[in-house]
């Protein structure tokens, strides 16, 4: 390191050890040393701390012991501005710094004064595992620790955009010139969060250790490295350094806002400290400002520092250094594209137009055809383009995506489809949610107001299913519909083969199969669901059938739709298996420790936001109530289906309640636990015709025909006590069956 960087680096370890000390005396005066200490929500206490003192830091005692620790390895603070040959003073003068601002954030959450407002500050254990995970299954390719502020606002959005595009998770630390990053992006509206990849920290230099306490858990929740106490604290810490070298490929964005201002000032020395003990990770720095270059390798893979990078090559400079690798598939839309825009919402006021919802018809449809049918890139727009409407306008939209591939087979088809919601969500500015005919999608004015168009939703699906299916597919072509006449067919026809295809899975029971399936498709917003999808029941979204999840695995076996191993049966009657319980356990990330496949009372599924019904308990009934996602109108419990799916959705238990997709109603194992078909009391009319040929048979199927008069309708009841009058007329079974709850 240079000798500048290096004397700096010392001088600002020296700082934040004062800093700490001071702040550490004065509230250890206050509250006494048993006063304890710690961050929210986390098993590892002062994290950084834990893993390379090999400390549990608990009360105050505890952190005075840690900064005594952090103050023997602070060097002698060099008189002159001395050369330093090699890295080793100042890396340990890095590590202390890092210590010490671990203790003083942990303060702040003592007295309250915490990162707020856009500030996130620490980052809880359950956030971590989540987000971690994508670090070490390649989805992120990396982190970059954004420190300081860019000269301009749109400099500052323009270098988020293109690490999100890039899927590297940014964190946002300190400031410079008095502004940071992260209220830059505040400023022009960005929406900052764990979902969109953009992490504020805070504003002070302090919480940049809050990168660093998440990189140093990554190593402990997923490398397996566990602490052991403080005297195999040294080999502990230089395994958790090594992990991080190796596998977190992330670095360090030292900003300098204006160029012009003498750099002194804007990176001073507490950053150099903190620059410094990101090094010992492996993580380099790169700079905007003009800061001595340090370019041999050493602890880092690459360089320790390259600076006087001008603004537009900071992202490509630092991917090239940290050897970063990055799949980018050229989308050719004008908007920016990444997976770091799946979890971005749009907003009422921000959007241009919509699609579906609510307002208007819209569905997605995915066919193959014969190669010689189709001309690869052709895309057709039937109707009118989103600048034919005033803003805030819902439109219709029919997206059918034909493809064709000498290794194509039909099973693929309701697999390739459901994977549309994943390439349209990753357009920066574009919502979507659900899949076939009730899917939602919005244009936002901004994307708009950059040229986004109806055939550019053609042209990404294009791009994407080329360059996810080559395998499959050659040819891909789509046509839009937009015209209210001219959807109408093509949308019966696409009904007709989701029927179809529902039906192809019909002969199969539970039982048949050893192997279920799961799919966490939906966990890019409900982080901890998990669908697990049997021969008998089929994902709530209604889109995935056991089937269609064996295919998916068959394509792609690293994907959403992994083999779960039933093993040991529990319980028959519940649907209960010990390998069932295990898959789930580690991919809702241990929040759900049991599930049963037939009951709704006792550990039911979980529910993530796109069931096609919910099922509710009614109490007075004695049964339930079955409300598709199309019926806008009231129910017999008081709430119509949107105030029900704010409770039901999120990726949680919610016993008397649960998402489903239309084919389980029918199914010989719906709520089989507790009581099954028998149980249903109401359900919307329009719902009733469109399961009505297979309710039909089921209900034959149980001798019981007569029940299907018995299931209320809102032309029947819409509240409990018209429903509970009609049941008792019509003498309706649930009233008589053993009480539900
Ligand atoms: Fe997969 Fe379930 Fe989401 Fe459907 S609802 S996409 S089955 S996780
Ligand atoms: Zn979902």
Request: charged share 25%.
């Amino acid at each position: 390191m240079s000798k500048i960087i290096a004397t700096a680096a010392i001088r600002g370890a020296y700082k934040l050890v004062n800093q700490a000390e001071e702040k550490l005396n004065k509230f250890i005066e206050e509250k006494g040393e048993k006063q304890e200490i710690g961050f929210p929500n986390t098993a590892y206490y002062l994290p950084f701390i834990l893993a390379l003192f090999g400390m549990e830091v608990e009360n105050l005692a505890g952190a005075k012991i840690a900064l005594n620790k952090a103050k023997k390895l602070l060097p002698p603070i060099p008189d002159k501005e001395l050369w330093l040959p090699y890295l080793g003073d100042t890396l340990n003068a890095g590590i202390a710094a890092l210590a010490a601002e671990e203790i003083i954030e942990a303060l702040r959450y003592l007295e309250g004064t915490e990162p707020k407002g856009i500030w996130l500050g620490f980052t809880d254990d359950a956030t971590l595992r989540m987000q971690g995970i994508k670090l070490v299954d390649g989805r992120m390719p990396g982190f970059a620790a954004c420190v300081g502020a860019l000269p301009t606002n749109e400099q500052a959005v323009e270098l988020a955009r293109s690490l999100q595009e890039k899927s590297i998770l940014v964190f946002m630390a300190a400031s410079s010139g008095g502004k940071s990053m992260a209220e830059q992006l505040a400023e022009e509206g960005v929406e900052m969060n764990w979902d969109t990849y953009l992490v504020p920290y805070g504003k002070e230099i302090t919480s940049a250790v809050y990168a660093l306490n998440f990189a140093v858990r990554a190593a402990l929740t997923f490398g397996g490295i566990r602490p052991k106490g403080e005297e195999n604290a040294v080999e502990i810490g230089r395994q958790i350094l090594l992990y991080n070298k190796e596998r977190v490929f992330a670095f360090v964005l030292a900003l300098g806002a204006d160029p012009e201002v003498d750099k002194e000032q804007v990176i001073t020395d507490e950053k150099y400290a903190t620059a410094a003990g990101a090094i010992n990770f492996g993580f380099p720095v790169i700079s905007d400002v003009n800061l001595p270059q340090i370019l041999p390798t050493g602890i880092c893979t690459y360089e320790h520092v390259v600076s006087n990078i001008p603004f537009e090559k900071l992202v490509s400079k630092a991917v090239e250094t940290r050897g970063l690798e990055i799949k980018v598939t050229e989308v050719p839309i004008p908007v920016p594209y990444g997976a770091g825009f799946e979890g971005e919402r749009v907003r009422k006021e921000q959007m241009h137009v919509e699609f579906g919802g609510k307002r208007s018809t819209a569905f997605e449809f995915l066919r193959g055809y014969p190669m010689d049918q189709l001309e690869d890139g052709k895309i057709e727009l039937i109707g009118p383009d989103a600048d034919s409407v005033e803003e805030g306008a819902a439109m219709d939209l029919g997206i059918i995506v034909k493809v064709a591939g000498r290794n194509f087979s039909e099973d693929f088809e309701s697999v390739l489809e459901r994977r549309i919601h994943e390439f349209i969500s990753c357009c920066n500015g574009i919502f979507h949610m659900g899949q076939r005919a009730i899917v939602w999608i919005r244009i936002s004015k901004e994307a708009f107001a950059k040229g986004f168009r109806i055939k550019d939703f053609g042209r990404l699906l294009i791009a994407k299913f080329h360059d996810e299916f080559s395998k499959i597919i050659d040819k891909v072509e789509v046509t839009l519909i937009t015209d209210p006449e001219k959807i109408k067919e093509p949308l019966q026809e696409a009904k007709r083969v989701y029927y179809e295809r529902d039906e192809r899975i019909g002969g199969m029971t539970d039982e048949d199969v050893d192997t279920f399936y799961s799919c966490i498709l939906c966990q890019s917003y409900a982080p901890d669901h998990v669908c697990i999808v049997t021969p008998e029941r089929l994902g709530l979204c209604g889109a995935y059938t056991w089937l269609d999840c064996k295919a998916s695995y068959q394509l792609n076996p690293h994907g959403p739709n992994q083999p779960v191993s039933k093993g040991k049966c529990l319980d028959p009657v519940k649907g209960m298996w010990e390998g069932v319980n295990e898959y789930l356990k580690v991919n809702s990330h241990g929040n759900l420790e049991r599930f049963n496949a037939y009951s709704m009372i006792e550990d039911p599924m979980t529910s993530c936001g796109c069931f096609e019904c919910i099922v509710a308990v009614i109490p007075e009934t004695n049964g339930v109530m079955i409300v598709n996602r199309e019926y806008t109108g009231m129910t017999p419990i008081g709430m119509p289906f949107s105030t029900m799916a704010g409770i039901v959705g999120g990726g949680v238990q919610t016993p008397g309640f649960i998402g489903i997709g239309k084919i389980y109603i029918t199914s010989r194992k719906f709520i089989s636990a507790d009581g099954g078909i028998e149980r249903v009391v109401w359900m919307p009319s329009e719902l009733k015709e469109e399961i009505y040929d297979r309710l039909k048979k089921r209900l034959e199927e149980i001798g019981k025909p007569e029940l299907m008069n018995m299931i209320a309708t809102e032309a029947n009841a819409v509240t409990s006590e018209e429903l509970v009058k009609f049941l008792k007329e019509k003498n309706h079974p649930a009233l008589s069956m053993e009480p539900m709850m």
